[in-house]
Protein backbone atom coordinates (compact mmCIF):
# COMPACT_ATOMS: atom_id res chain seq x y z
CA UNK A 1 0.00 0.00 0.00
CA UNK A 2 0.98 3.18 -0.54
CA UNK A 3 0.23 6.36 2.10
CA UNK A 4 0.07 9.88 0.05
CA UNK A 5 0.32 12.45 2.73
CA UNK A 6 0.01 16.07 1.76
CA UNK A 7 0.01 19.56 3.00
CA UNK A 8 -1.18 22.66 2.34
CA UNK A 9 -0.52 26.29 3.29
CA UNK A 10 -3.53 28.54 2.60
CA UNK A 11 -3.89 32.16 1.58
CA UNK A 12 -5.82 34.43 4.05
CA UNK A 13 -8.49 34.69 1.58
CA UNK A 14 -9.35 33.30 -1.88
CA UNK A 15 -12.48 32.67 -4.19
CA UNK A 16 -14.46 35.39 -1.77
CA UNK A 17 -13.88 32.89 1.66
CA UNK A 18 -11.61 33.27 4.22
CA UNK A 19 -8.76 30.60 4.93
CA UNK A 20 -11.19 28.87 7.18
CA UNK A 21 -13.91 27.90 4.98
CA UNK A 22 -11.47 27.12 2.33
CA UNK A 23 -10.01 24.52 4.72
CA UNK A 24 -13.41 23.40 5.00
CA UNK A 25 -14.26 22.80 1.12
CA UNK A 26 -10.94 21.09 0.56
CA UNK A 27 -11.68 18.22 3.50
CA UNK A 28 -15.27 18.03 1.65
CA UNK A 29 -13.76 17.84 -1.13
CA UNK A 30 -10.93 15.60 -1.26
CA UNK A 31 -13.11 12.98 1.12
CA UNK A 32 -15.73 13.09 -1.32
CA UNK A 33 -13.66 11.46 -3.91
CA UNK A 34 -13.59 8.16 -1.68
CA UNK A 35 -16.16 5.34 -3.50
CA UNK A 36 -15.86 8.11 -6.57
CA UNK A 37 -12.23 7.11 -7.89
CA UNK A 38 -11.95 3.57 -7.52
CA UNK A 39 -8.11 3.56 -7.10
CA UNK A 40 -8.52 5.66 -3.57
CA UNK A 41 -8.94 3.40 -0.99
CA UNK A 42 -9.38 6.05 1.61
CA UNK A 43 -8.88 10.31 1.81
CA UNK A 44 -8.50 11.50 5.36
CA UNK A 45 -8.43 15.33 5.71
CA UNK A 46 -7.65 17.47 8.56
CA UNK A 47 -7.57 21.03 9.41
CA UNK A 48 -4.94 22.55 11.69
CA UNK A 49 -6.28 23.55 15.14
CA UNK A 50 -6.83 27.26 15.70
CA UNK A 51 -4.76 27.25 18.87
CA UNK A 52 -1.60 25.68 17.03
CA UNK A 53 0.79 27.95 16.01
CA UNK A 54 0.63 29.95 13.11
CA UNK A 55 3.65 28.77 11.40
CA UNK A 56 1.69 25.34 10.80
CA UNK A 57 0.40 23.70 7.58
CA UNK A 58 -3.32 24.11 7.40
CA UNK A 59 -4.91 21.04 5.77
CA UNK A 60 -3.27 17.64 5.66
CA UNK A 61 -4.93 14.88 3.08
CA UNK A 62 -3.77 11.35 4.29
CA UNK A 63 -4.77 9.31 1.52
CA UNK A 64 -4.22 5.40 0.57
CA UNK A 65 -3.91 3.69 -2.86
CA UNK A 66 -3.06 0.21 -3.28
CA UNK A 67 0.26 1.18 -5.77
CA UNK A 68 2.02 3.54 -7.45
CA UNK A 69 0.20 3.14 -10.25
CA UNK A 70 -2.79 3.42 -8.69
CA UNK A 71 -1.23 6.59 -7.28
CA UNK A 72 -1.14 7.93 -10.70
CA UNK A 73 -4.18 6.93 -12.19
CA UNK A 74 -6.08 9.40 -8.61
CA UNK A 75 -3.49 12.21 -8.87
CA UNK A 76 -4.78 12.44 -12.80
CA UNK A 77 -8.45 11.41 -12.26
CA UNK A 78 -10.78 14.65 -13.92
CA UNK A 79 -12.43 14.14 -10.48
CA UNK A 80 -9.35 14.78 -8.28
CA UNK A 81 -7.90 17.32 -11.05
CA UNK A 82 -10.92 19.74 -10.40
CA UNK A 83 -10.50 19.51 -6.51
CA UNK A 84 -6.60 20.37 -7.47
CA UNK A 85 -8.02 23.56 -9.39
CA UNK A 86 -9.72 24.57 -6.48
CA UNK A 87 -6.66 23.68 -3.73
CA UNK A 88 -3.97 25.75 -6.55
CA UNK A 89 -6.66 29.15 -6.26
CA UNK A 90 -6.79 28.84 -2.66
CA UNK A 91 -2.82 27.86 -1.07
CA UNK A 92 0.24 29.03 -1.06
CA UNK A 93 2.21 26.28 -0.01
CA UNK A 94 2.33 22.57 -0.52
CA UNK A 95 4.39 19.70 0.09
CA UNK A 96 4.30 16.07 -0.30
CA UNK A 97 5.39 12.71 0.64
CA UNK A 98 4.56 8.90 -0.69
CA UNK A 99 5.85 6.14 1.11
CA UNK A 100 5.27 2.51 0.86
CA UNK A 101 3.48 0.47 3.78
CA UNK A 102 2.55 -2.31 5.47
CA UNK A 103 5.14 -4.96 2.77
CA UNK A 104 7.66 -7.34 4.22
CA UNK A 105 11.09 -6.79 2.82
Request: proline letters at 2%; a neutral charge.
Amino acid sequence: MIRHVVMWRLKDEACGNNRESNALKIKEQLESLQGKINELKSAKVNINHKLAPEGNFHVILEAEVEDFNALKVYANHPLHLKVVEFIKEVSENRVALDYEYGKKS
